[in-house]
């Protein structure tokens, strides 16, 4: 049985991949409604190893704090750790929710998945 906040997630995903004619959110839906034991964890040494400074990453499973970031990055994800949350604002980053990204980026141009 899928979580009731994971199906209203991929719907306002869905919602926002139409009327933006935005194929990312789309995607993400998909990801989101992927049974948990498939979604993927990433760490924060990851993210600071595959990203440069002023990026946008969406990662669709759960951001852990095993390491550093040494520069400003906005993230969204379907799970972060309180950890990778504090690394991430400390480096001067800002961890943002589904619906704040898609407000921020309607077509998802320059938001970029990770994972």
Not at 23 to 48: C, D, H, T
């Amino acid at each position: 049985m899928t979580n009731p906040i994971v199906l209203h997630m991929a719907r306002d995903l869905k919602h926002a991949s139409t009327k933006n004619d935005a194929p990312i959110w789309s995607k993400l839906a998909e990801l989101a409604l992927k049974p948990s034991s498939v979604r993927r964890s990433i760490n924060v040494n990851k993210i600071n190893e595959f990203t440069k400074d002023g990026d946008v990453i969406f990662h669709p499973g759960k951001v852990l704090g095993m390491g550093t970031i040494s520069h400003k990055i906005t993230v969204s994800s379907f799970s972060i750790s309180n950890a990778a949350a504090k690394k991430i604002t400390e480096a001067g980053g800002k961890i943002m929710n589904y619906k704040e990204i898609i407000e921020k980026f309607p077509t998802g141009k320059g938001v970029k998945i990770l994972g």
